[in-house]
């Protein structure tokens, strides 16, 4: 028999730990929900093209991470490596794209061939959301704030906000002709790696972990001192405002990103607290891409959070789990039948009820719904299942036996009663 295993960089996700996943995700999904953004989903396998184009094709993400293949009428399919090349498609194919703004997010798995480590895995889970259509400064602050929010919501610490510009693609391309004669110069003090870029992505080569490079580095032009007029000044705006906001950030002149999409804004969120793959948030503006991709010309920005970085960060208070409030146990052929019968009209309630299909003793039931810490319990023995009726009670608690009904099934308001009383009410 063969033993299959996972892929490398993949995880399973058992129930103990989705209990926080699903705790984080709500805690999202509330707060994106209160901030009038809508979810978007599009699928995970997406044409290979697609994210040539969208990312572009000397980023690491698509010329070494794409996990790529042919199908069976040979048309070449990649599973999808972020979010944003896929909402900008979905837009523009459903024709919204031209609708004046939305505000849109997704949640689901990415995959990037990378080399797997703590914070770091080829099937990963991200956050993303995308304001569509939003040019002003202000669209950049309120992401940012969002982005930002959503960490401290989730009781993240250490949290750091790095921000720079890239300008537009004019700016871009000045500082690119005087970034290229500087690298020419000092290209044989850069490392190999950074060498192999000057081709491919020189711009990539600021985002260097090569402490040697980041020190030449230092004198190299900087875009800031290409940017027009219009490009300070909207840079200008989103620091003033951050600081009115009292966001704490630090300027890094060489936060590149590492997809081509991006003008203007780009940002990052860390956390002291992570170790190398500290980068919880990644972000910015691209207002060229949707027209780039055949839609018009569209402004947008946006940001993606990885939820196993958050995971990694976020408290244990998070951890908790909802207790079982009734534990239905049954022991008898008629009684089953009645406790799968009831169980079903009690999933019509606020109520987290287990139905025992065990089988075993009543004392091993008992045994269990004590070791769920179940706050109630119904006992349907073949007695009660005879006379269409079933006992409901207080679990583990002293002088329970005045807390104990007996309630015909069909007696609904005498349940409601009780459920009430003892459970519903004293939760709200
Ligand atoms: P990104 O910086 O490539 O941006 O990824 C965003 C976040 O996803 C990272 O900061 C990190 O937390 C997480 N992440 C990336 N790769 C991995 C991995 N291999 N394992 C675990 N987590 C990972 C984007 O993807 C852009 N689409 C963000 C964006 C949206 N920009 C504008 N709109």
Not at 66 to 93: H, K, N, W
Not at 283 to 308: C, H, K, V
Not at 366 to 391: C, R
Request: charged share 30%.
């Amino acid at each position: 028999m063969n033993n299959f295993k996972n892929l490398r960089g993949t995880v399973d996700l058992l129930p103990d730990q989705l209990i926080k996943w699903q705790n984080v995700e709500k805690i999202i999904i509330e707060q994106l929900f209160r901030a009038s953004v809508k979810e978007i989903r599009t699928p995970i396998l997406e044409m290979t093209e697609l994210f040539m184009r969208g990312i572009g094709e000397g980023t690491d993400v698509v010329s070494k991470e794409m996990y790529t293949f042919l199908d069976r009428g040979e048309r070449s399919c990649t599973l999808r490596p972020e979010g944003t090349a896929s909402v900008v498609r979905a837009l523009i194919q459903n024709g919204v794209s031209s609708k004046p703004s939305q505000k849109l997010w997704y949640m689901g798995p990415m995959f990037r061939y990378e080399r797997p480590q703590a914070g770091r895995q080829r099937q990963f889970h991200q956050l993303g959301v995308e304001f569509v259509g939003y040019e002003s400064a202000r669209s950049d602050i309120e992401i940012i704030t969002l982005a930002w929010d959503i960490l401290e919501k989730l009781g993240i610490k250490e949290l750091n906000l790095e921000i720079n510009t890239l300008g537009d693609q004019n700016d871009r391309s000045n500082f690119q002709k005087a970034f290229l004669k500087w690298l020419e110069v000092n290209k044989n003090s850069l490392d190999l790696d950074s060498q192999k870029r000057i081709d491919k992505n020189p711009l990539r080569i600021l985002d260097t972990k090569n402490v040697q490079t980041k020190k030449i580095l230092e004198d190299s032009p900087k875009l800031v001192d290409f940017l027009s007029e219009k490009s300070l000044e909207r840079y200008l705006t989103i620091k003033d405002k951050l600081k009115l906001l009292k966001i704490p950030f630090i300027e890094n002149f060489n936060l590149v990103r590492g997809l081509d999409y991006y003008t203007h804004t780009a940002f990052e969120i860390t956390s002291g607290l992570l170790g190398s793959q500290a980068t919880v948030c990644g972000g910015g503006r691209y207002d060229n891409l949707i027209s780039q991709m055949g839609g018009t010309e569209t402004p947008a920005i946006g940001f993606a959070i990885g939820l196993e970085r958050l995971i990694l960060l976020s408290g244990k208070d998070l951890e908790e789990s909802r207790e079982t409030d009734i534990y239905i146990v049954n022991k008898g052929l008629n009684a089953e039948t009645m406790a799968m019968d009831l169980s079903r009209k009690l999933r019509n309630y606020d109520l987290k009820t287990e139905l025992d299909l065990s089988g075993a003793s009543f004392s091993k039931q008992f045994k269990k719904a004590n070791k769920l810490k179940s706050k109630s319990i119904i006992v349907i023995g073949d007695d009660e299942a005879l006379k269409n009726e079933f006992i409901i009670r207080l679990f583990n608690q002293e002088n329970f036996e005045n807390m104990e009904e007996t309630i015909s099934v069909d007696d609904v308001t005498k349940l409601d009663n009780w459920l009430d009383k003892n459970l519903l009410l004293k939760r709200s």
